[in-house]
């Protein structure tokens, strides 16, 4: 089992950027498939982007492709969801995830693939 601690969310205007950073604790986190999903107020908690544990393989929800980008560092434990050209639709809690998958290439995208979750936190894009 690993712990998880999300951080950098915040308030930003439309067309703006942050990051969001994930550190593990416990576990072996060189071995976890990380992922990042985010709920909003009233929705069900959606796929944004997971990344092997080799960081070989990336996958994007379409509706952030090419404006967010998922990495990691292994040395540091830590998972980074770097966001750009911001929108107000994408105000929501934002939550890391993590699942041991013996592959070096595997992706999850599934909600219930997942073990282990944060605690959240919380992106809000003004318009």
């Known amino acids: 089992q690993v712990q998880l601690v999300e951080s950098g969310g915040g308030l930003v205007q439309a067309g703006g950027s942050l990051r969001l950073s994930c550190a593990a604790s416990?576990?072996?986190?060189?071995?976890?498939?990380m992922g990042w999903f985010r709920q909003a107020p009233g929705k069900e908690r959606q796929f944004v982007a997971s990344i092997s544990w080799s960081g070989a393989t990336t996958y994007y929800a379409d509706s952030v492709k090419g404006r967010f980008t998922i990495s990691r560092d292994n040395a540091k434990k830590t998972v980074y969801l770097q966001m750009d050209s911001l929108k107000p639709e994408d105000t929501a809690v934002y939550y890391c995830?993590?699942?041991?998958?013996?592959?070096?290439?595997?992706?999850?995208?599934?909600?219930?693939?997942?073990?282990?979750w944060g605690q959240g936190t919380q992106v809000t894009v003004s318009s």
């Open positions: 416990g576990g072996t986190f060189s071995t976890y498939v």
């Open positions: 995830a993590a699942t041991a998958r013996a592959s070096f290439s595997t992706v999850v995208t599934a909600l219930k693939g997942y073990n282990d």
